[in-house]
């Protein structure tokens, strides 16, 4: 894939965009000297061009009780396993990030839960597709 040429002010506007996608486009116009519309316009051509895939929030998982953070490296027992593995993982709500990797393992989850019951109940069924490693986080720094 060609990557797509952006110019200067495109990248502004997206540097904008990621340091606080609340922004609005009055906002991110003053910033880059032209009007809120300008502005409007070029973001929906970077999200056209899939430059911009969407947008989100950082937020306080132990607010809602989700004080368990875990990282699972998932060692499948088969390659007829990967298809109903991925469909798990990509439907099980404790999965936040799904990764097929090279190296040790198959893939790398993170996982969320609210307790360590709820993680024993995650794991058992983890095991229907092979083995796996776990490592609990216990702070996060960035």
């Known amino acids: 894939m060609t ?5 200067d002010t495109d990248y502004r506007i997206l540097q904008y965009l990621i340091e606080d996608s609340t922004l609005s486009h ?7 000297h032209m009007t809120g519309q300008a502005v409007g316009a070029r973001i929906r051509r970077m999200r056209e061009l899939e430059i911009i895939e969407g947008y ?5 998982p132990l607010k809602i009780g989700q004080s368990i953070h875990a990282f699972i490296t998932v060692f499948l027992s088969s390659n007829a396993a990967h298809p109903p593995f991925q469909k798990f ?5 404790s999965v936040v990030e799904l990764h097929r990797v090279s190296g040790e ?3 790398w989850m993170r996982v969320r839960t609210g ?8 794991l058992d069924e983890l095991l229907e597709y092979g083995n796996y490693r776990i490592n609990l986080g216990m702070k996060q720094l960035k």
């Open 105 to 107: 393992g198959c893939y």
């Open 26 to 32: 009055k906002d991110i116009g003053e910033y880059v």
């Open 115 to 122: 307790d360590q019951a709820e993680l024993n109940g995650f």
């Open 3 to 7: 990557p797509y040429l952006i110019d």
């Open 56 to 60: 989100t929030i950082c937020w306080n």
């Open 89 to 93: 993982a990509l439907n099980h709500s």
